[in-house]
């Protein structure tokens, strides 16, 4: 027996080993090259792709950091390397239409002993004319890394000593977006900590504003711009943004361009929003002698998966009291995956009702081309804009947007493009939410959906001063006036939540009761004694209402909810009137006396119940008429209260 125990313990621990799965996968990226001398032909080893269904072919993009300050986003570079020495190559992929996370990677050691191969002796030059630029290699994804490239020129005609500042986190949002991990630097640049804003003076909002109702800062209507009172740039950024990252680098020459990478990890607190639009702003000085600098202000959408196709907007949290002349803006992505190029691209955006249709403007694009002309058939590249009930139509025509599976195509920023336009409300629109989406059509392909764009409203403030009376008709004598205040979100749509402090004045006849018997007086005469006791009430009463209201429309409300209420001083005052009669005549008193007591209570007769609420003016914002009847679980202390109120 002891022998068949044994075996059948040792084999239910084998089973259990057996089964033990291991429930997670870690996708890894592999770096490969192939060297010959100081040249090497990078490669790297990837994880299968895993399709979405329903869309596009899934397919990898790259960043390719070099280790010397250069990077590539070609899927297998070559790079020169100038200088013998020891470089840590890197690689940061993303999954475009993947199901699965981006795969990780590890640096990887390119030793260079022998130059055997001549290095270009170009020098390297932006393509952005400024000298300054912001990239990334995707959009941000909450708990995922990505990389931000900061490139920088010396566009001047001698040595500089400058400074870069990253700005990141932006204050409008409750949780801060980005977590930096790591930047990594190759031209001796070098962090320092310093009161960026010590040399920050009081604005003047009249300065930082265009002459536009938009009522935009200047920084964020231009995405690049040549500024000259640094003091202010930095001010406004330190309203606009929670944390900054700032170098130093020396010995720029003339024409030189420089590359700075910074890897961030997006939070998990990051917005769920999809369509939501966050930013960075960089702030090159190319001297630091001098306020004279360049602002580049780097805009992202969040989004929950790598989708070349999207939709974004920035009226993601907006103040419904600021907005009525505030341009909302859209923009839609778009990348042609197919293996040739695309001569037609059409799409189909749903507009909201709430906004304007009149005051569309197209705010930039890509391919850069001029609007179509109007009952023209076009000849040349344009961009062909139809406005509908719902729906506005971009259609690019004749046009050549290479497709990223197009031979010899290496650069897959050359196959994206994007429409941004921008609109305002209507002047009558309510404060909800709105979604919408594009249908994008690559020439006559099936159309590919956007996710959908939202907009939203900061839920606000909304005060409201109270005032009325209230009815006791089960209680004698009742006088009860009362003032308040009130709080709810501003000028909300439908459903809405709302508290009310009230303190009432109240005054009423608790009980009065009469006695009468005969007695003999000293001289022996019979005569009536009649006996009148009354008790009142004077109270301070505290009432807190919590109800659920619904707008019927602008002028009518209703509401429910419950209520407590505490009299937070009490005087009670008991009245004694003894009054002797002649029982021949008992409407005559002989003789009166009156005795008074009265006692004091403080935070007594706590009372909850029930009410229902009914408003008639303006019911979302300004004044109104409401009546209101409180049902308490307490006897005798059922009313109705009339009363006027104005939100603010």
């Known amino acids: 027996m002891k022998i068949l125990f044994r075996l059948i313990f040792l084999f239910s621990i084998l089973s259990f080993s057996q089964t033990k799965v291991k429930d997670t996968i870690t996708r890894r990226a592999i770096i490969g090259y192939i060297q010959t001398g100081n040249q090497v032909n990078f490669k790297p080893e990837l994880p299968p792709l895993i399709p979405i269904a329903g869309a596009p072919k899934p397919s990898f993009s790259y960043l390719w950091e070099m280790g010397d300050g250069s990077y590539s986003k070609e899927a297998e570079p070559k790079h020169v390397y100038k200088n013998k020495g020891t470089y840590n190559a890197r690689l940061a992929v993303t999954n475009n239409y993947d199901n699965g996370k981006p795969p990780t990677t590890r640096p990887k050691k390119v030793v260079v002993n022998d130059l055997t191969t001549p290095a270009n002796t170009t020098i390297a030059t932006l393509t952005d004319p400024s000298g300054f630029t912001l990239q990334k290699n995707c959009d941000p994804i909450p708990e995922q890394e990505m990389v931000v490239i900061l490139s920088y020129q010396n566009t001047e005609n001698y040595v500089s000593n400058g400074k870069l500042y990253l700005f990141y986190n932006e204050t409008q949002f409750k949780h801060r977006n980005f977590e930096l991990v790591d930047f990594r630097s ?26 536009s109702n938009d009522a935009k800062p200047i920084l964020k209507q231009r995405n690049t711009s040549d500024e000259t009172d640094l003091e202010t740039t ?12 700032i170098l130093e680098m020396d010995d720029m020459n003339p024409n030189e361009a420089r590359n700075v990478f910074y890897t961030f990890k997006t939070t998990p607190e990051m917005l769920k929003d999809t369509s939501a639009t966050v930013t960075m702003r960089g702030v090159f000085v190319p001297n630091r002698n001098y306020k004279n600098h360049k602002v580049k202000t780097l805009e992202m959408e969040i989004v929950t998966s790598h989708d070349p196709n999207k939709m974004g907007s920035n009226g993601s949290f907006m103040n419904y009291r600021l907005v009525r002349f505030k341009r909302v803006a859209f923009k839609t992505r778009f990348q042609n995956n197919g293996e040739g190029p695309a001569r037609m691209i059409r799409l189909e955006t749903d507009i909201p009702d709430m906004f304007d249709k009149k005051t569309f403007q197209i705010e930039d694009m890509y391919p ?15 961009l062909d804009t139809i406005i509908k009930q719902k729906q506005i139509f971009f259609t690019f025509k004749n046009i050549y947007l290479p497709g990223s599976n197009q031979k010899n195509v290496h650069e897959k920023d050359s196959t994206k493009g994007f429409v941004k336009y921008s609109m305002k409300f209507n002047k009558d629109f309510h404060k909800i939410n709105t979604r919408s989406r594009t249908a994008i059509f690559f020439d006559k ?7 959908y764009a939202t907009t939203r409203f900061l839920p606000g403030i909304s005060i409201g001063a109270k005032a009325g009376y209230n009815y006791y008709p089960s209680l004698n004598n009742s006088t009860s006036y009362f003032a308040g205040a009130t709080l709810s979100p501003f000028k909300s749509y439908r459903f809405y939540w709302q508290a009310e402090l009230i303190n009432s004045l109240h005054k009423y006849q608790s009980a009065k009761s009469t006695s009468e018997e005969f007695i003999q007086n000293s001289n022996g005469v019979r005569q009536l004694q009649r006996t009148t006791t009354t008790t009142e009430n004077t109270s301070f009463n505290n009432e807190i209402p919590l109800l659920i209201r619904y707008n019927i429309n602008n002028f009518i409300g209703v509401g429910a909810g419950i209520q407590a209420n505490i009299d937070a001083s009490e005087k009670q005052s008991q009245t004694t009137l003894t009054e002797l009669l002649d029982p021949d005549k008992p409407t ?9 007591s009265a006692t004091t ?3 007594t007769n706590f009372k909850s119940g029930l009410l229902f609420d009914l408003t008639f003016g303006v019911a979302r914002i300004g004044p109104s008429l409401g009546a209101r009847y409180v049902m308490n679980f307490k006897e005798n202390f059922n009313y109705f209260q009339f009363y006027g109120i104005w939100k603010f």
């Open 186 to 211: 190759h031209s001796g640049e070098r962090e320092v900590k310093e009161n960026t804003f010590a040399v920050a003076q009081e604005l003047n909002d009249n300065n930082r504003f265009l002459v």
């Open 234 to 245: 930095l001010a406004i950024a330190k309203k606009d943004y929670h944390q900054v990252s």
């Open 368 to 382: 850069k081309c001029p609007i179509c002309p109007k009952n023209e058939v076009p000849t040349t590249s344009c």
């Open 445 to 451: 392909n099936e159309p590919i959906l956007t996710n």
């Open 588 to 596: 005559v008193p002989v003789a009166s006396k009156e005795e008074t």
């Open 601 to 603: 209570k403080s935070f």
